[in-house]
């Protein structure tokens, strides 16, 4: 214990010195920020404003889009700054602060996707019970990933720590444990246990659901399968996409830095907070005909205006 220091600053290693590229790298992230805040902020506007997707499926959506904003605050500008930065210092404060909004962010779209899972399930299934309110399991969904990663934190946090050099492009809470001087088996243990029930029960509960749902399409008509499809689609192809980049992430955080090649590592780590929030917008806007509708209204709209 007596060995261990507190660094005030992290320094990120994986940056390395790219020339004139920055400029190009960091509009690219730039445009991809832009589109991101854009997409997502029409979803909200849209599923808002009009009546007919006051509904808690959409309700859900709107969240979905919410929590993209808000894990991509958490990482784009800092890393848009490291770009064009010769010096990657990030204060401890700084660092921990991103650490509980990234994961927080993870948590809080597995928990929503779980919500939307029973809101399908609900419909399909139970449709004569659709109109309880799905939307009271939010607040549930909010407040639990506060408590357990608030936890999971503070426990670093107070971690003496002999190093200062996270090998990832942000943040990360096992990288900053590795650091530890002292045993850190408690923090493995605590982590994986939130990792279990913030991660793995909600993917088990979203495959017991569509085998539900594909149960009763089985017995349904062609008509009804088709429709029932249509609203799963996007929630289906969001969900497996959501699970295997967070798969890549947890992977990626119990390999030891050298064991992989530093590419690999940037990209891993780059699409987990990368691709979800990009993609997510897409797929709903793109594919529920009810908010393309609205979207394209939207647009038009604003083009009579201007």
């Not at 909010?142 to 990663?149: A, D, K, N």
């Not at 936890?151 to 190093?163: A, G, N, R, T």
């Not at 959501?242 to 955080?253: A, D, K, V």
Request: charged share 10%; hydrophobic share 50%; proline share 5%.
């Amino acid at each position: 214990m007596e060995n261990g220091i507190s660094p005030f600053y992290f320094n990120f290693i994986m940056f390395e010195d790219q020339g004139l590229y920055r400029y190009l790298y960091f509009c690219m992230c730039l445009l991809l920020y832009i589109a991101i805040i854009t997409s997502n902020i029409i979803i909200i506007i849209v599923v808002s404003l009009e009546e007919t997707l006051n509904k808690p499926m959409y309700f859900l959506i709107s969240c979905l889009s919410i929590n993209s904003l808000y894990g991509s605050v958490a990482f784009f500008p800092r890393f848009m700054m490291d770009l064009l930065s010769d010096i990657h210092l990030i204060s401890r404060p700084a660092c921990f602060t991103q650490i509980f909004v990234i994961y927080t962010y993870a948590s809080y779209e597995f928990s929503i996707l779980g919500i939307m899972a029973y809101d399908r399930y609900v419909a399909i299934c139970q449709p004569l019970h659709y109109h309880n309110n799905v939307t009271l399991k939010i607040p549930f969904a909010w407040i639990y990933p506060l408590f357990t990663l608030g936890l999971i934190v503070y426990l670093s946090v107070k971690l003496p720590l002999c190093d200062n050099r996270i090998a990832r492009v942000f943040c990360s809470n096992w990288a900053v444990v590795r650091l530890s001087c002292v045993d850190t088996r408690l923090n493995n243990a605590i982590g994986m246990l939130v990792t279990i029930i913030s991660i793995f029960l909600p993917l088990v509960f979203v495959l017991y659901t569509y085998l539900r749902i594909l149960l009763v399409c089985r017995k349904s008509s062609t008509e009804y399968r088709g429709k029932a499809l249509q609203t799963c689609l996007p929630h289906i192809v969001t969900f497996v996409n959501y699970s295997i980049t967070t798969f890549c992430e947890i992977t990626l955080s119990r390999y030891e830095p050298n064991e992989l090649n530093p590419f690999i590592i940037v990209i891993l780590s780059l699409e987990f907070v990368v691709i979800p929030p990009i993609l997510n917008p897409l797929i709903y806007g793109l594919k529920l005909p009810e908010i393309r509708k609205q979207i394209f209204q939207l647009l038009s709209f604003q083009k009579m205006v201007s």
